[in-house]
């Protein structure tokens, strides 16, 4: 038996309004300015892209980032997530335009727990990049607190957008081996010889219990049976 995969956070950007994205932690996504001597909006909700973007796979509202005759230095957080798992899987659709020296898109794994980058997912520094990011194993520590961030600085730089950002683990799977048969026997010739089959599972959050059906005994070992 296979399970979905679980969702762990899903930002489209669809149930935010349009318009500047706020500062409080407690209402994310949210945004960090760490410019010095800029007075921009910063990262924005709108249903478009800006003058020099060109999002392909961004779709309805998402965030974006433009032009600004200033150093920008912007950090997005998306909202806080726990991994159950020991791995996640990341996807997101951006579009960075690079200008000059100086200028960078940096998207990062953030652990809140232990207040350190989990894991750097894109960083570039010299070059424009349409893309969407996917990554299906990327390390986690279970029951940690996480975020995304995407960090946008330029010097009078195009800017940049991210939507459709996507983070999932896998499900529980339990594998059963080969069926088990030839149990039948004359009456009064019982018991039967016992079979064996196997049972597994990955992404367990407990032990797996195995019960015998009526007039049926089970064992882990094939010496001690009980039902």
Do not use: H
């Amino acid at each position: 038996t296979n399970y979905a995969q679980t969702t762990l956070l899903d930002q489209d950007f669809e149930t935010e309004s349009t318009g500047t994205l706020g500062t409080s932690s407690a209402s994310p996504p949210y945004q960090t300015d760490l410019s010095i001597g800029c007075s921009g909006n910063g990262w924005i909700v709108s249903t478009s892209d800006s003058q020099y973007m060109n999002c392909v796979d961004c779709s309805g509202k998402r965030a974006t980032i433009t032009y600004e005759s200033c150093d920008q230095d912007y950090l997005l957080w998306t909202d806080a997530f726990t991994p159950s798992q020991s791995e996640i899987a990341v996807s997101f659709a951006y579009d960075y335009r690079y200008w000059s020296s100086g200028d960078s898109f940096k998207v990062t794994l953030f652990n809140k727990t232990t207040f350190s980058t989990a894991a750097t997912l894109v960083d570039i520094t010299d070059s424009s990049v349409e893309n969407t990011y996917s990554n299906s194993s990327i390390s986690v520590t279970p029951g940690n607190e996480y975020r995304l961030t995407f960090r946008y600085q330029g010097n009078d730089g195009y800017g940049a957008v991210v939507d459709n950002i996507l983070v999932t683990q896998e499900g529980p799977n339990i594998s059963v081996g080969s069926a088990i048969t030839g149990l039948d026997y004359v009456s009064g010739s019982g018991p039967s010889a016992s079979q064996t089959t196997t049972v597994s599972g990955t992404n367990l959050e407990g032990d797996i219990t195995v019960t015998a059906p009526t007039n049926f005994e089970i064992s882990t070992n094939d010496s001690s049976f009980s039902d």
